[in-house]
């Protein structure tokens, strides 16, 4: 049985959808949540079957949870995927999948795609900040003060490196 709690959420998400959707035609509540859950079915079998790999090959499962990612996002297998890559609804498989099985037209199909995208992007920047919430409660002061000016080190290092390769890069081969 549902509880009065997840009745609220659900019917929070449904009265909010049709304000995320930015087409002409409003998207049908029940398929955008469809939608969100199927993507997020996927996000987590990904995961998973990335991270056990991983594991299985002795590397960390975060690195497998990582590729999970990249093979389910626009770099491989194209079922997530997003409007602001310039990606429409005909170039998502969750949202081709939806339009086979409920028979969406196809200005239906984009309105879900727009608010399927919000939603999983929302649920994906509330993941960091939780996940980033969770490591500050797991660290300990005094460890971090033992450890100072070599924490300090890696950390600089870890931003500065990277942004640097990654601004010279965009320079070099991008004319940026």
């Known amino acids: 049985m549902i509880s009065t709690e997840s009745m609220q959420f659900l019917s929070a998400i449904n009265s909010s959808l049709p304000l995320l959707a930015t087409t002409g035609e409003t998207a049908d509540s029940s398929l955008v949540v469809a939608a969100v859950l199927l993507s997020l079915v996927v996000i987590y079998f990904a995961s998973k079957l990335g991270g056990e790999l991983s594991n299985r090959f002795g590397l960390p499962p975060v690195l497998g949870e990582l590729v999970g990612g990249v093979v389910v996002?626009?770099?491989v297998?194209?079922?997530l995927v997003f409007p602001e890559t310039g990606a429409d609804s005909s170039s998502s498989l969750i949202i081709s999948f939806l339009k086979t099985t409920a028979g969406l037209n196809p200005d239906a199909a984009e309105s879900v795609f727009v608010a399927q995208s919000e939603v999983i992007s929302v649920l994906a920047e509330l993941g960091v900040i939780i996940l980033l919430f969770e490591i500050g409660l797991e660290s300990n002061l005094k460890d971090l003060m033992a450890v100072?000016?070599?924490?300090?080190?890696?950390?600089v290092v870890g931003v500065a490196v990277p942004f640097a390769?990654?601004?010279a890069g965009l320079i070099i081969l991008f004319g940026i």
């Open 73 to 75: 996002g626009i770099s």
């Open 77 to 79: 297998l194209h079922l």
């Open 148 to 155: 100072g000016i070599q924490a300090t080190i890696v950390a």
């Open 165 to 167: 390769a990654g601004t």
